[in-house]
């Protein structure tokens, strides 16, 4: 499929499975509530020198929060592989097989994201700053595409050791195209970018419309960059 035609499908898809989407939006805005209620918290348990305050709201509030996060994060997963089979329907919800899946994206992100910091890490010791700079940022481009790719390969099995053979992610890169990828990407991201900054002026009036907007755009988004990633990875033969 075309990029073009990509994302006209994916803007519409959410509207194919309202109820999914009305749902992750308030599993959204309870994310947003607890996270925010877990900041307060924390900063009234510290002003308070309440260290059981403190621990308290501040674990309660990360575990609802991650447990909420994981579950949003696995049924993207789920609608990744829908887009994958380029089907219309909506993935049904299963919250325990999403809040696993969602835990285990989670691990590739750092295995991903990680392995390019120890490296440029080792890299600072034996060479000279700039050429360091240079290497980590062209190291950072690859990763974070290979990560992408390894999205793809863990909606379509749901297998970790699937997702984290890094080789196949970066020759994924390539059967993609390298500049579909790069375009995709930039086009996705300014369009996530301008609904957050319309979202940021509307909470600079109303900080509350402003957080219940933020939940809904936010599910929307899932929704939107999930379906338009698993078009996009349809290609690959």
């Known amino acids: ?29 309870i994310a947003g509530i607890v996270g925010g209620g877990t900041i307060v918290g924390m900063a009234m348990g510290y002003a308070d020198k309440n260290v059981f305050m403190l621990l308290g709201s501040g674990l309660i509030g ?5 447990v909420v996060a994981f579950a949003i994060s696995g049924y993207e997963l789920d609608i990744i592989k829908y887009g994958i089979i380029r089907s219309d329907e909506g993935p049904r919800i299963d919250f325990l097989r999403q809040f696993i899946n969602g ?7 750092i295995v991903y994201y ?3 910091v120890i490296i440029s890490s080792i890299l600072s010791i ?6 360091t700079t240079i ?3 062209i190291l950072l481009v690859i990763f974070a595409l290979a990560e992408f790719m390894a999205e793809c390969r863990l909606a379509k099995t749901e297998d970790l050791v699937y997702a984290l053979s890094i080789k196949d992610a970066i020759e994924d890169i390539t059967r993609v195209g390298i500049i579909n990828l790069l375009l995709f990407i930039i086009i996705v991201a300014i369009i996530a970018v301008v609904l957050l900054l319309i979202l940021a ?9 402003g957080g219940l907007l933020m939940g809904i755009v936010g599910v929307y988004l899932v929704f939107f960059i999930g379906r338009a ?7 690959v033969e």
Request: aromatic fraction near 14%.
């Open 62 to 66: 990360i575990l609802i929060f991650l």
């Open 126 to 131: 034996i060479f000279q700053h700039w050429v």
């Open 1 to 29: 499929m075309e990029i073009v035609d990509i994302l006209k499908d994916a803007m519409v898809y959410p509207a194919h499975n309202i109820t999914s989407l009305i749902l992750y939006i308030a599993l959204g805005i």
């Open 229 to 235: 990633s698993g078009l996009l990875y349809s290609n």
């Open 103 to 109: 835990a285990r994206l989670f691990l590739v992100r």
């Open 114 to 116: 990680l392995i390019p």
């Open 135 to 137: 290497i980590s940022i």
């Open 201 to 209: 002026f509307v909470m600079k009036w109303n900080s509350y419309i």
